[in-house]
């Protein structure tokens, strides 16, 4: 990648857990990035419904090696009802369905008053990428923040199949707050995602004068860029990885 943006590969990375304070409990973050004190671009990641495991783990690693700061929050941490497995996907979802929008959303505008905070990230180039329920995640946090430069959606629901008090709106009406580029990474053999749903999406940013960049990977399941689940496809995850870090460095390439 360009060395002109300050993203280019690294292997020597430093990680670490840490606990911000939220009203009544705390939210574990776990932070990936070059092992030195130069200021990059940062990312805040957002994990799938199974919550901060080991493969989010090992993608804010792989992001860190291409010399941005990692900031992976367990967003389900404090939550009420959190199965002893979290590969439950049943109880998974009831935990999911039981944390509002809105709680999920400050949750992450604290991450980013953290990286904000912080001389080793480039204040006007931090970035949210999230796969799945974190996908729409993403999308509804980065249309709530304006400081947020760029939105990456592997997948994430455009619109819920209910609305509840937890859950008011579905994810593409949050569009109206957009004010960054979104690039939308979706499968073509996905019932949760159907294309008019996709046709939406492209909808409502364009009338919002916001640039988009939608891929639809036709031959790939749902979930397709996890690599410890058996809907992986190695061909589609490595475009779209290409695909991401592209779209990192084009926009940070903007702001220098």
């Known amino acids: 990648m360009s060395s002109e943006t300050g993203i280019e590969g690294t292997t020597a ?11 009544g409990r705390q939210l574990p973050v776990y932070i990936a990035g070059p092992d030195d004190s130069k200021s990059y671009p940062g990312l805040i990641l957002i994990h799938e419904i199974f919550g901060l495991n080991e493969h989010i783990k090992d993608v804010a690693r792989r992001f860190a090696r291409q010399s941005l700061r990692v ?40 991450v980013l008053e953290f990286a904000l905070a912080s001389k080793e990230v480039k204040t006007n180039q931090i970035g949210t990428l999230g796969f799945c329920m974190g996908g729409a995640i993403a999308y509804m946090f980065g249309c709530s923040e304006p400081r947020v430069s760029w939105i990456i959606d592997f997948y994430g629901r455009i619109r819920y199949p209910l609305l509840s008090d937890k859950k008011p709106k579905h994810p593409v009406d949050y569009t109206a707050g957009l004010k960054c580029p979104v690039l939308g990474l979706f499968s073509g053999i996905d019932e ?14 364009e009338s919002q004068g916001k640039h988009l960049t939608l891929k639809v990977y036709e031959n790939a399941p749902h979930a397709f860029f996890n690599d410890s689940r058996e809907h992986y496809r190695a061909e589609a995850a490595e475009d779209a990885w290409r695909l991401s870090l592209d779209f990192i460095t084009r926009i940070c390439q903007a702001r220098v």
């Open 13 to 23: 990375l430093s990680d670490r857990l840490i606990n911000l304070s939220r009203p």
């Open 71 to 110: 900031y992976a929050p367990d967003l389900f941490a404090a939550a009420n009802g959190l199965p002893e497995d979290r590969h439950n996907l049943d109880a998974m979802r009831k935990v999911w369905s039981e944390l509002p929008d809105s709680e999920l959303i400050d949750d992450l505008k604290a």
């Open 192 to 205: 949760l995602i159907p294309p008019a749903d996709r046709q939406l999406l492209a909808e409502q940013i």
